[in-house]
């Protein structure tokens, strides 16, 4: 198996790749070359048999995870107790993760995925029966669940009606502070949304609802995960009570780890009871493991949601792909990266007479996410027989680039879609 290397060399960045070394300088080199090399890292599409255009459902793995999970299987084989390291590993990868959203490393804790993470907060936030949240009625049904399963306690979840709209007037546009204000009141404890939604690509305004609700005592829970590995992100700025995301969508690594931010304010304010209580979310446990009759005092940060085993080789692999992720390619420059690709995909389908689904600029559209409106059944057959892996949903077919796409990616399903229009494949028909 080739070995792949990402360190720092006295002139840039130095990637080693199958053995031979590219040197680069993050300033110098542009985004297409640079991001030829980073292609070669995925084997399935490096040999361009495939053309992958599915990372917002899971992207295909990578040498430098796949080197650091062979590497981890080699020391719980030859290592005689290799379980601190491990657990020094998954600091490492806090402060990454940290470095990477703008967050205090302590208001970070390791979930088993975006639901847990979502549902550990939700769970926590103290309501009266009459209280509502407030969330959009296309919201990821994983966030979705968390707010209505509270519904029998009496909390009133309120879903604004986002779809009528967007069906009368044919656009799908990002919601942001006005979206929701008809829809708030006194007796409202928090408004539930993803950053960029899963279904349309668009990208919600968290920092304007932020500053319009949060200094009412409103809680804003953002599920970032279409969002992370894609752009940049910083929690700060965007001043949520809590973030959560999976690390298998944007940054690559294998199911099993996600993150869940909280604001440590949030935590003195609320001062929640974990809904599931370990050893690693109390501060005052023993270390010889007895248990007094003591009070129970949590973690005062968002260690307090954290379960003591975490999936270690998860961790191992988030580890390798953030420093990958963070030190070589650069959020800002994959966040260029895969918008050019959109660029390139929007003048393919104007060339088509194919539209695009949701808002058109770039402050209101994720980078990497884009609805096709194509909506026949005949189109997921035929895009797969040309070897292309897309999603078919609601609104059309999801095209979702990777760092490992490029230009020739885009042609070919421009080429394959040109294909299928002069097969007969009708735009619309039965929806998917």
């Known amino acids: 198996m080739p070995a792949v290397h990402v360190e720092k060399s006295s ?46 459902f899971a992207p295909p793995s990578n040498l430098v995870v796949h080197d650091a999970i062979c590497q981890y299987s080699s020391e719980a084989l030859r290592h005689p107790s290799p379980k601190p390291r491990w657990q020094e590993a998954v600091e490492e990868t806090r402060e990454l993760v940290a470095k990477y959203i703008n967050a ?21 936030i103290r309501f009266q029966p009459g209280d509502n949240v407030v969330i ?90 279409q969002q ?3 752009a940049r992100i910083d929690v700060r700025s965007l001043g949520v009570s809590a973030a959560a995301f999976s690390l298998h969508k944007g940054l690559n690594c294998p199911t099993g780890l996600a993150v869940l931010y909280v604001d440590t304010d949030v935590i003195c304010e609320m001062d929640p009871i974990p809904p599931i209580v370990g050893y690693g979310a ?26 003591l085993n975490l999936s270690l080789i998860a961790v191992a692999a988030a580890k390798a792909f953030l420093k990958f992720y963070l030190e070589v390619m650069g959020p800002e420059a994959v966040e260029r990266h895969l918008y050019a690709l959109g660029d390139a995909l ?8 194919i539209g695009i689904v949701g808002p058109k600029n770039r ?16 189109w997921v057959e035929h ?17 979702s680039f990777g760092f490992y796409n490029n230009f020739e990616d885009v042609k070919k399903l421009s080429l394959a879609v040109r294909a299928g229009l002069d097969a007969g494949i009708p735009t619309t028909g039965r929806n998917m």
Not at 195 to 202: A, N, R, Y
Not at 283 to 300: E, F, G, T
């Open 363 to 378: 402050k209101e559209h994720a980078p990497h996410l884009y609805i096709l409106d194509l909506h026949n059944t005949g």
């Open 136 to 225: 959009l009625d296309t919201e990821h049904p994983n966030h979705a669940y968390a707010w209505m399963s509270l519904r029998q306690a009496g909390l009133e979840v309120r879903q604004v009606p986002t779809i009528a709209e967007a069906e009368r007037t044919g656009k799908v546009v990002a919601a942001n502070a006005a979206t929701f204000a008809p829809y708030v009141d006194r007796r409202t404890r928090a408004i539930g949304l993803s950053s960029v939604m899963f279904h349309s690509g668009q990208w919600n305004d968290i920092a304007d609802i932020c500053t319009a609700y949060r200094p009412k005592g409103i809680h804003i829970v953002a599920d970032v995960t």
């Open 282 to 307: 109390v501060s005052n446990a023993r270390s010889d493991l007895l248990v007094p009759a003591d009070p129970i005092v949590y973690h005062p940060t968002a260690r307090r949601y954290e379960h």
């Open 228 to 230: 992370v590995g894609f």
């Open 11 to 56: 002139n840039g960045l130095a990637t080693s790749i199958n053995g031979d070394t590219k040197e680069y300088s993050a300033l110098q080199a542009d985004d297409e070359s640079r991001f030829s090399i980073f292609r070669r890292l995925v084997p399935i599409v490096a040999d361009d048999t495939v053309t992958y255009l599915n990372a917002s």
């Open 104 to 124: 205090d490393s302590s208001a970070i804790a390791f979930t088993r995925d975006t639901t847990e993470a979502l549902g550990s907060f939700i769970q926590g």
């Open 383 to 399: 895009l797969k027989d040309a070897g292309i892996i897309v999603t078919p949903y609601r609104l059309g077919i999801r095209v």
């Open 346 to 353: 929007y003048q393919e389908c104007k060339g088509l007479g």
